[in-house]
């Protein structure tokens, strides 16, 4: 059963700093999914990793993808307020032929002026 | 708005009653899916369609829960003699199939559950 973890769970920042989400999964894929929930709300996606290597910028956000160590990062460069929100990666097995995903737990970010 | 839809937005209902939840997908999109997800929790795969053939189901879909999508565009999923912990946002996402850069996952707003 593909497992997907990601840490920490909790993450309280202050404005300014830098700070790596980490999601790790136990079986083999090579499409990664990235997305934001704010409270009460559904998920909107942030970045699509396809393939080994794959790095993906969006403003403050870089994602990453290194499907040999089974790993993606999420960073976040100089946080701001309006990045507060619970962060989720999604893993697509390579066993399936589409987007059945995996969740991790979530990380929830708050980020303190 | 092209977006997934869901409707009910929310719903609160009584234990043992039968709830029916829309889902319209994208136009364009042939495959279409149900996640769970409780709270502080990440979404839990349901079942999905592929056009109207629903191909996978979770152990988590008990007998209770059945889903449809009659023509291969809307899905209902229907919960019979609802129990507290039916509780949760019942999420549809909709996709294109196949393994190609274009079939990413995009998701509806949800419509939450409250189960008195």
């Known amino acids: 059963e593909l497992k997907v973890e990601q840490n920490p769970l909790f993450l309280s920042m202050q404005e300014g700093k830098n700070y790596t989400i980490y999601c790790n999964y136990s079986?083999?894929?090579?499409?990664l999914y990235w997305y934001r929930q704010d409270p009460g709300k559904s998920l909107e996606s942030l970045f699509v990793?396809?393939?080994?290597?794959a790095v993906k910028q969006e403003g403050r956000l870089m994602a990453s993808l290194d499907t040999k160590a089974r790993l993606s990062t999420l960073h976040i460069t100089a946080a701001v307020h309006d990045l507060s929100a619970t962060y989720f990666c999604?893993?697509?097995?390579?066993?399936?032929?589409?987007?059945?995903?995996?969740f991790g737990e979530g990380t929830q970010l708050t980020v303190n002026p | 708005d092209t977006g997934v839809s869901q409707d009910p937005r929310h719903k609160i209902t009584k234990r043992g009653q039968n709830v029916t939840f829309r889902c319209d997908p994208i136009?364009?999109?042939?495959?279409l899916y149900w996640y769970r997800q409780t709270l502080g929790q990440g979404p839990e795969f349901l079942t999905y369609?592929?056009?109207?053939?629903?191909?996978?189901k979770s152990r988590l879909l008990s007998d209770r829960f059945s889903a449809e999508r009659p023509k291969g565009s809307f899905s209902t999923l229907e919960i019979q003699r609802t129990e507290q912990g039916d509780s949760a946002m019942y999420l549809c996402?909709?996709?294109?199939?196949?393994?190609?850069?274009?079939?990413?996952?995009?998701f509806g707003q949800g419509t939450r559950l409250t189960v008195v």
């Open positions: 990793l396809l393939s080994n290597g």
């Open positions: 369609f592929q056009n109207e053939a629903q191909l996978e």
């Open positions: 079986t083999t894929s090579d499409r």
């Open positions: 136009s364009e999109h042939n495959r």
């Open positions: 999604a893993v697509d097995p390579a066993s399936t032929s589409g987007s059945r995903l995996t």
């Open positions: 996402a909709s996709s294109l199939a196949g393994r190609r850069a274009n079939t990413e996952a995009f």
